[in-house]
């Protein structure tokens, strides 16, 4: 008798444990039963719903909905505005995201901060779509943790009837004479390392300078032109360019021209000085539980059509080269978007500047401040 209360309450326990697992698709062999050799290790199941944080307008959204139809897994975005912003949500704790989007040097910044997860390539096939330009970057040497997403420069945005020619210089920023003339219907990123680097820029500096004094004056050209800022935003300068709050606007190139393609009085131009050319990138924070089904939603950003699904609707570059063929002609021809040889060699990445990082931080809370 005893035993047999045993028998059937352990009966009852893996029936208890057999609904628990509705998940996994796989057929689990009864007691005593050899498994069945498979040809392929079984994969993970694919989780219900995937948590992204993004940059805002930075993905088709039709391009969840697709993902959800094809695998059911919903996909929840939030966003954030600045690589800072990321980094300090992900430090405070937040665990709930699978996928984020930080830029280049961020990259580097999280790898040694221990934040990211190790990217398991036979889930991301598609990886083999990116062009060997973006492959094994000096950020993320072999793509360890990151799959390049979209790249871009950081310029100027203008109402074209307001110039007669580009404000292609940071002195329509920067230049006592000139940027006073705009004063008040001017904006700046809200954002540590592009300010301070424009600034850099106009002076003749490095964007990445560790020196003291370089870092004094462009916190000096920051805090005089505050006079003529409107505002600091990264997320809807473009509409107020359109709005005409605003005639310029520090800001990156996809975000103006989607704008100039509602708009044709906006245009972007990269400044003659040189300017920050960046690079956004898939990765996946250590923190996720949710490692598989990340993996096979970058797969599916990484396929041709959904590659160039994002950049027909950001207008930013794709690093993606089998995208390139379904990429609208406009954008891929646009030197703006796509720059030649001669802009990009002016142009500079961000780089992590280490022990310098904190003197970046107190610059920008000064400027803030003022
Ligand atoms: C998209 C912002 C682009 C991110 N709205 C710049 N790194």
């Known amino acids: 008798m005893k035993k047999l209360s045993l028998f059937l309450m352990l009966i009852l326990v893996l029936a208890l444990a057999g609904c628990q697992t509705t998940e996994a698709p796989t057929v689990t062999p009864a007691v005593g039963e050899t498994p069945l050799p498979t040809a392929e290790p079984t994969k993970p199941s694919l989780t219900k719903e995937l948590h992204v944080f993004n940059w805002s307008e930075y993905i088709d959204l039709q391009i969840y909905a697709d993902f959800e139809a094809e695998y059911g897994v919903k996909v929840i975005e939030d966003t954030f505005a600045s690589n800072e912003d990321l980094l300090a949500k992900l430090q405070a704790g937040a665990t709930g995201y699978d996928v984020i989007v930080p830029s280049d040097y961020m990259v580097a910044i999280m790898i040694q901060l221990d934040l990211l997860a190790e990217l398991d ?18 950020y993320d040497p072999g793509n360890k943790h990151s799959v390049p997403y979209q790249w871009g420069t950081t310029g100027i945005g203008y109402n074209l009837e307001a110039f007669d020619e ?9 230049d006592p004479e000139v940027a006073s003339q705009y004063a008040g219907k001017m904006s700046m990123l809200n954002d540590a390392r592009e300010t301070i680097g424009a600034a850099l820029k106009y002076l003749g500096y490095s964007l990445n300078t560790t020196n003291a004094q370089e870092l004094e004056e462009a916190k000096q050209v920051l805090i005089r032109q505050k ?33 100039a393609a509602e708009d044709e009085r906006l245009w972007y131009v990269i ?71 001669e802009v990009i060699e002016k142009l500079e990445w961000i780089r992590d500047v280490g022990d310098a990082l904190p003197l970046y931080e107190r610059i920008w809370t000064e400027v803030k401040a003022e």
Request: hydrophobic share 40%.
């Open 121 to 138: 390539y036979n889930n991301i096939p598609n990886f083999a779509n990116i062009d060997p330009k973006f492959q094994d970057p000096p």
């Open 166 to 174: 580009p404000p292609d210089s940071w002195a329509y920023l920067f």
């Open 227 to 259: 006079a003529w800022v409107k505002t600091y935003d990264s997320e809807q300068y473009e509409d107020l360019i359109a709005a005409d709050e605003l005639l310029l606007a520090q800001g990156w190139s996809g975000d103006i021209f989607m704008a």
């Open 271 to 341: 400044p003659k000085e040189g300017a920050v050319i960046w690079a956004d990138n898939l990765c996946i924070p250590k923190s996720s539980k949710n490692q598989y089904t990340a993996e096979v939603f970058i797969n599916y950003l990484l396929r041709p059509e959904v590659g160039a699904k994002i950049s027909n609707f950001t207008w930013y570059a794709s690093p993606n080269k089998a995208a390139a063929e379904f990429i609208d002609p406009e954008i891929l021809a646009e030197p703006a978007i796509y720059p030649p040889p």
